[in-house]
Nanobody
Framework: VQLQASGGGLVQVGGSLRLSCAASGRSLSRYNMGWFRQAPGKEREFVCAFKWSGGNTYYDDSVKGRFTISRDGAKNTVYLQMNSLRPEDTAVYYC??????????????????WGRGTQVTVSS
């Protein structure tokens, strides 16, 4: 599976962005899909995820109520809608695909395939 994230950019506080993660090589229908982010000098952290079996979604508390993960099976693409953006959301955002168990869905080692990342900068 090859993943390509796009849609990042510069946005003001309170603004919105929608990130896309397009997959090629294999259908995403049986993969958990996650979004992670990494700010300068910090470790990569979990943002949200979509579990393929059951369709449940999971969010970090810092983005709950502001971010929404969704999937378009026909386009083999996963989206991250980000609203009410804050300066602390500034980071490189990565999409990932994996088939790990539920206990790993918030962990980087729960994912095998990673996109290159797209920069999101929120200015105050």
């Amino acid at each position: 599976v090859q993943l390509q994230a796009s849609g990042g950019g510069l946005v003001q506080v309170g603004g919105s962005l929608r990130l896309s993660c397009a997959a090629s090589g294999r259908s995403l229908s049986r993969y958990n899909m996650g979004w992670f982010r990494q700010a300068p000098g910090k470790e990569r952290e979990f943002v949200c995820a979509f579990k393929w079996s059951g369709g449940n979604t999971y969010y970090d508390d810092s983005v709950k109520g502001r971010f929404t993960i969704s999937r378009d099976g026909a386009k083999n693409t996963v989206y991250l809608q980000m609203n009410s953006l804050r300066p602390e959301d500034t980071a490189v955002y990565y999409c990932a695909a994996g088939q790990g168990i539920l206990s790993t869905i918030r962990l980087t080692n729960g994912y095998v395939y990673w996109g290159r990342g797209t920069q999101v900068t929120v200015s105050s």
